[in-house]
């Protein structure tokens, strides 16, 4: 069994650490400075330092390193997971620089997937420059979202338009003015087959009836980084049958082809979380001193830091091998170790997290360090993308099926 990275990815490795190093952490400061003030001004505009990041990823290559082909950075899922786990040590900052942010990346695999001629030109090369972001409106408070066949939003067709209808929240990237676009998903006709009465289709954003309502936020945090999450209100909102994406009844299954990368995407930027995490924990713990000793000394410490690191280590190469598996056998091939990592990855970086914040004590829950911003994001992943129990329920059906 060969574990080590190929020449292309070791380069891109040195490469993005370098621009972390010079331009990234450095940024961190101003950034949240930034944000604070934006804050105060009930602006969930992104930092104004992310643009000149950009430029600079951008002079140095380091863009769309999620999308593989031509229109991306033509990397397999393998060489782009250590690279994606470098920008989870700064997630606020990194995977928006570099132009590989959720949601946008999910969105950009749909338009590039599934998308016409004039939709990748409209919207899809706009996103892959950085120069607009993206919205995906899936989620309804009114039903059970973690069943996407739930959902009651109403596509329906008037002549040379589709008119939509209904109410979303957890809208990831709404909040964000740049957000130009949204894939909205809705019921095209619900007398069809279950899995195929759904669709997909384009609103932008100044689309008449298109009301959002609120910014919602996520245990007191905005979640800027991924672009606030919004409650939106469709109203009567027509917009051309040529915003369709793919066919009518199509929209479960291009759900389910974005969804597969995105959680993966999700926990390698996660494990860049944890390691970071860790590096804070030590530092903390060397540095204070209780009852006449550093914390560091303590052996309940020195246990939480060794199985923070087993952990790491288990969950790295879990996402690894299923990274592989997608390059491999394809994401339905790697379905079982998809479903496994999105339950394993986020609970485990969620009890790392966990760990730091006690050893920072009351700092750990404070704005002055970013623990507590990450736990709240990490909870929050063990619903994205669909929760922890319906995760686990499919895989225990799949295990048992193989027995019966």
């Not at 009651?152 to 003015?177: C, F, Q, R």
Request: net charge negative; glycine share 8%.
């Amino acid at each position: 069994m060969d574990f080590a990275f190929d020449a292309k990815t070791l380069d891109l490795i040195g490469e993005l650490e370098s621009f972390m190093d010079e331009h990234v952490y450095p940024a961190e400061p101003l950034a949240h400075e930034q944000m604070q003030e934006a804050a105060k001004n009930d602006s969930w505009a992104p930092p104004a330092v992310l643009e000149e990041l950009k430029a600079e990823a951008r002079k140095r290559g380091l863009w769309n390193f999620f999308l593989p082909g031509a229109e991306g950075g033509g990397l397999t899922n393998l060489q782009y997971a250590p690279l994606a786990e470098i920008t989870g040590r700064s997630i606020q900052l990194a995977p928006a620089a570099i132009n590989c942010a959720a949601p946008d990346t999910g969105n950009m695999e749909v338009l590039s997937m599934f998308g016409t001629a004039d939709q990748k030109k409209q919207w899809l090369e706009p996103l892959l420059a950085g120069e607009i972001r993206s919205s995906f409106a899936m989620t309804e408070p009114k039903v059970a979202s973690s069943d996407a066949t739930n959902i009651e939003t109403s596509i329906l067709k008037d002549g040379d338009d589709y008119v939509i209808n209904g109410h979303k929240w957890w809208i990831t990237g709404a909040m964000n003015p740049n957000a130009k676009i949204f894939v909205v998903m809705g019921k095209t006709d619900s007398s069809a087959e279950r899995h195929r009465q759904q669709s997909m289709i384009l609103v932008e954003r100044d689309t008449p009836g298109f009301d959002i309502k609120r910014g919602m936020h996520v245990f007191g945090y905005n979640d800027r980084d991924h672009g606030g999450h919004a409650e939106i209100e469709f109203h009567d909102v027509r917009v051309p049958a040529s915003n369709l994406i793919g066919a009518e009844g199509e929209g479960f299954a291009i759900a389910q082809a974005r969804l597969g990368p995105g959680r993966i995407h999700h926990c390698m930027r996660a494990l860049g979380i944890a390691e970071r995490a860790v590096e804070m924990m030590c530092t903390r713990a060397s540095e204070r001193v209780a009852f006449g000793k550093p914390i560091a000394d303590q052996g309940v410490v020195r246990d939480w830091i060794a199985e923070s690191r087993v952990k790491i280590e288990q969950l790295r190469l879990l996402v690894l091998k299923t990274a592989w598996l997608m390059d491999t056998a394809g994401n339905r091939g790697a379905h079982t170790e998809i479903q496994a990592i999105k339950i394993a990855t986020p609970a485990a970086v969620e009890w790392i997290l966990d760990k730091a914040i006690q050893v920072h004590g009351a700092g750990g829950l404070s704005q002055d360090f970013p623990l507590a911003e990450w736990f709240a994001g990490m909870r929050t992943l063990r619903f994205a993308d669909g929760p922890d129990e319906v995760h686990k329920n499919s895989l225990a059906r799949a295990e048992l099926k193989r027995w019966r």
